[in-house]
């Protein structure tokens, strides 16, 4: 059983497979196979090598902990920080029509 | 009674009198309260005289209603009062009057704004009526009925995005029509559907087929720019525009990642905890995203070794489910910082946390496994550290020596045996063997249990290549060559081709034989020389055999054909110097007659008065790795490493440049590296300078600049794997942990920010023979200019001599105190010893 988790971190090889949090062993390894008949190492060696690479950290759930507790394994912090998005906050609607009136009232005056 | 009857009347705009005066009237313009506007404007008309009625006012009235009724922002409650207020305010204007016209005409733009027939959809005032409707019903009375009550659904619909039903919403809207007039809201709302959704670019994609006169594009705007983003080339919103839209202003994203990435490579972790506390308030955050990030800084902190820091970003941040009470990040802080690994307390406390993370139910059985094996590792990482800094590093006086040694053995032991737990409790996981795999002194080892670590793997993965070569190289290093033997002839079955296997076979072999040698079974001997003939390694000589072939012979007091043989070997193509050099080494390590060594030791000085530069590399790449192997010692060894030295000074000074082919230059290369002699160093820098294999070069005089030689190493580190001009692979190693020094060593350190470019190789120009410093020589201060001129060691200390206080600061940043202590307790002893005029 992979363990279950709320951090984008162990998802991360999970995600190269294409995968999420919830996938059980089974599932994990029957999508590998699916990957590396697409991307056959003669074919496309670098993807192989990276759906080996997660395959191999994905299946194990001792280096996918290693992944979260080492940051030498872990690597740059960068990405992870790249990834920051802010949702979009919902709008009041009264304020937006007043808002949506009043610039294109202001774009007219100024054409 | 009277203050309370004329605040009254002032706040009713009038004077105390009743009257009403110009001032009032424009109040309410500004007020927008356009019906009490034009009251009040006939009001003042009835109170003046006709030659005294301000036509400019009325005129201003009048298209001030006028342009409001016209933008829907109001509607007269009671239209013919207020039409016959206009009428009479009107004709207040005579008709010679120069305004008389434009009040007119305003009039009857008045007359039609506040009708109640249907509007027409080719007047002007259709779209704006439309729109208008959505924000305001009341206007929908002018509008054909199907258009009121699509209007409705969009209002509907508008209200439906608010409270975050945007299935229902886009449901809602999908029976308006392309061609209907407020298909334009249909598009908005759907781009909304998507906005919200996390696809901002094709909620875009969508706004920007909204027409520019229409409210729908100016909301789609007001949305964009709470997101500081454009609507296409339409310019982002003024602030003040957006009304209270402001209050739901995003923060800039780049921004607030520019700060965490500073205060994560700053190190500034409770800066870090506190920009994740206070975004931890906000809605807008993905909190999968804050988790992975409050991770990552839990990560950080077990590699922290400040415990007040620690204890200060725990007490800040949420702790993980693995480590409720976060007592893992303070017990590594305290055995990096305060005691060795294998101090009571420091020890227990980790104990503690993993003998709690045994009771934490919230973790099933894989987890706490799982976590329990990567906690290991953790420490394992930590522990390897200070061995490799160890590494080396000899004292200056003999207890420190005794010291250091104590230290390294107690990481070293802490090491091995929590590796033995990760392998007990993750057979297959082949990660934690990595730290025992390179670089270490095993000296620093307890070898019993290194052995029991390979007996494990082995026991549950006998058969992997990858279990069985690492383990038998082990066995082959630790000298236990009988287990050696097992594995590697296992390893032969599996992978008879495998070219580093048959090395390792050979040397297996190799080292029996010698054993049977000193042992006095010469028949075995010679059995086992046989044998070698089949595993002998591509690359190797033939001539090596015959050299092999001629040692049963010399141990049976056969030398004149043993003498024979090694003719033989020379025949064959086997350089003289290095034959002869070979015999010596074989000889003296299979401990046979010393009269024998010294016939071939006498034969091999002739030759080296007036070598070649072949036969000397040769020499050097058969030779050398004996020679310069301290742990595998044997007699003549020195002599033969400054012989080697000696050689390689005369086939520089003699030897005409052009004479040297890269794979030349790179075997001396290499040797220069290993063999720690200035002189033979300086002259190689002389000669090859301009040798094209740049990397080998930079390697060189990366031993003699030192901790300055970061960005040169880092070069040559990162060098593309199919780089013509790369390192040879066994020099690589080399470079990567040279390079790791230099980082270790802080100053002047390669800088990621700071990334180089080809014209970065300008700065390589002080090698030149022009002795104007270059670009890199510049950068550093006369102090550093002159310690780079000295031909010291490359070691700390270069750097400890240039600036003693930050080389102390960096090492108690790295070191565990104590052995900090030693450290720099052994650089002042060697400081005061050095003479530093001596050096220059």
């Known amino acids: 059983m992979i363990p279950s988790n709320d951090s984008i971190s162990y998802q991360e090889p999970l995600a190269v497979l294409g995968l999420d949090a919830t996938s059980t062993n089974e599932q994990i390894r029957a999508k590998y196979l699916e990957l590396v008949k697409q991307y056959p190492p003669e074919r496309d060696p670098d993807r192989f090598a990276e759906i080996r690479a997660a395959y191999e950290m994905a299946s194990n759930p001792v280096e996918r902990w290693a992944l979260c507790l080492c940051v030498e394994i872990a690597g740059d912090v960068e990405p992870l920080l790249a990834r920051f998005h802010l949702r979009p906050q919902r709008l009041p609607t009264e304020a937006l029509l007043k808002c949506g009136e009043q610039l294109i009232s202001s774009n007219k005056n100024a054409s | ?840």
């Open chain 2, 1 to 840: 009674m009277a203050t309370r009857t004329r605040n009254k009347s002032r706040r009713a705009g009038y004077t105390t009198t009743g009257q009403v005066r110009p001032f009032d009237v424009r109040q309410h313009l500004s007020r927008q309260l356009h019906a009490p506007a034009v009251n009040s404007l006939v009001q003042l008309l009835q109170q003046q005289s006709a030659d005294s009625h301000d036509h400019g006012l009325i005129e201003e009235v009048l298209a001030s209603c006028a342009s409001a009724l016209g933008k829907l922002k109001f509607k007269p409650q009671d239209p013919q009062a207020f039409l016959a207020s206009v009428h009479l305010a009107a004709g207040c204007v005579p008709p010679d009057s120069p305004l008389a016209a434009s009040v007119q005409q305003t009039v009857a733009r008045i007359e039609s704004y506040v009708s109640t027939d249907p509007v027409a959809t080719d007047d002007p005032l259709f779209n704006s009526l439309v729109d208008g409707c959505i924000r305001s019903p009341e206007f929908s009375d002018r509008l054909p009925e199907e258009i009121a009550d699509e209007a409705a659904t969009v209002r509907d619909a508008l209200r439906l995005i608010e409270a975050g039903a945007d299935d229902a919403a886009a449901k809602a809207v999908a029976g308006i029509g392309f061609r209907s007039p407020l298909a334009p809201w249909r598009m908005l709302i759907r781009g909304m559907v998507a906005y919200y959704g996390g696809t901002i670019d094709q909620a875009i994609e969508a706004w920007q087929r909204l027409p520019a006169d229409r409210v729908p594009r100016g909301i789609a705007q007001a949305i964009l720019a709470t997101q500081n983003r454009r609507l296409g080339d339409d310019p982002i919103p003024d602030k003040r525009r957006l009304g209270s839209l402001v209050d739901h202003k995003q923060p800039n994203e780049r921004e607030i990642v520019d700060k965490l990435s500073n205060s994560f490579n700053n190190d500034e972790l409770d800066s870090v905890a506190e920009q994740l506390s206070s975004m931890s308030q906000w809605k807008s955050v993905d909190q999968n995203w804050l988790s992975a990030v409050r991770d990552r800084l839990y990560a950080e902190l077990l590699i922290c070794a400040d415990v007040p820091l620690v204890r200060r970003v725990c007490r800040m941040m949420k702790p993980p489910r693995w480590d409720l009470k976060c007592d893992l990040p303070v017990a590594i802080a305290k055995m990096l910082s305060i005691k060795d690994p294998v101090h009571g307390d420091v020890s227990s406390d980790i104990d503690k946390y993993l003998a709690t993370l045994e009771k934490n139910t919230e973790l099933s059985d894989v987890e706490r496994r799982a976590i329990r094996g990567a906690v290991l590792l953790r420490l394992a990482m930590l522990l390897r550290q200070p061995l490799e800094l160890l590494y080396g590093k000899q004292g200056i006086t003999p207890e420190a020596t005794v010291e250091l040694d104590r230290v390294g053995k107690s990481f070293g032991h802490r090491l091995v045996v929590t590796i033995r737990e990760c392998v007990s409790l993750w057979p297959n996981w082949d990660r934690p063997m990595g730290l025992l795999a390179s670089g270490l002194d095993f000296a620093y080892f307890t070898t019993e249990i290194v052995i029991d670590i390979h007996e494990q793997r082995l026991a549950a993965r006998g058969d992997e290549i990858k279990v069985l070569k690492p383990a038998a190289d082990f066995f082959y290093f630790a000298k236990r060559y009988d287990r050696a033997k097992q594995l590697s002839e296992k390893l032969l079955a599996i992978a008879p081709r495998d070219e580093a296997v048959r090395s390792l076979a050979w040397a297996v072999d190799l080292q029996q034989m010698r054993e049977a040698l000193i042992g006095g079974n010469v028949e075995l001997a010679q059995q086992i020389i046989e044998r070698m003939a089949l595993l002998k390694p591509a690359k190797l000589h033939s001539g090596i055999l015959l050299l092999l072939q001629a040692l049963p012979l010399i141990a049976s007091d056969k030398s004149q054909e043993a003498q024979q043989r090694v003719q033989a070997a020379i025949d064959c193509g086997l350089s003289p110097l290095a034959a002869l050099m070979l015999m010596e080494i074989y000889i003296a390590k299979a401990k046979l007659p010393a009269k024998i060594k010294k016939i071939f030791a006498d034969q091999r000085k002739l030759r080296m008065k007036s070598p070649s530069i072949s036969d000397v590399m040769t020499t050097i790449e058969l030779c050398s790795q004996a020679a310069l192997d301290v742990n595998n010692d044997y007699p003549g060894r020195v002599g033969h490493l400054k012989d080697l030295i000696t050689c390689s000074k005369r086939v520089l000074t003699s030897a005409n440049r052009n004479n040297w082919t890269i794979e030349l230059a790179n075997i001396l290369g290499e040797f220069v590296v290993r063999a720690s002699d200035g002189t033979l160093r300086r002259r190689y820098l002389q000669l090859l300078r301009r040798h094209y294999d740049w990397h080998i070069v930079i390697l060189v005089s990366a031993i003699e600049q030192g901790p300055y030689a970061a960005r040169e190493l880092y070069r040559v580190v990162h060098a593309e794997s199919n780089d013509p001009y790369g390192l040879p692979t066994s020099l690589k190693a080399l470079a990567a942990s040279m390079f790791e020094e230099t980082q270790s060593l802080g100053m002047f350190g390669y800088d990621d920010d700071d990334e180089f470019d080809d014209e970065d190789d300008d700065g390589f120009g002080w090698y030149e023979e022009d002795p104007t410093p270059g670009p890199k020589m510049e950068e550093l201060d006369p102090e550093h200019l002159e310690i780079l001129t000295l031909t010291m060691p490359a070691d700390i200390m270069a750097l400890f001599l240039t600036d003693p206080k930050q080389v102390e600061k960096k090492i108690r940043e790295l070191m565990p105190p104590h052995v900090a202590n030693i450290v720099i307790k052994a650089l002042h002893q060697k400081s005061e010893g050095v003479d530093h005029d001596s050096i220059k």
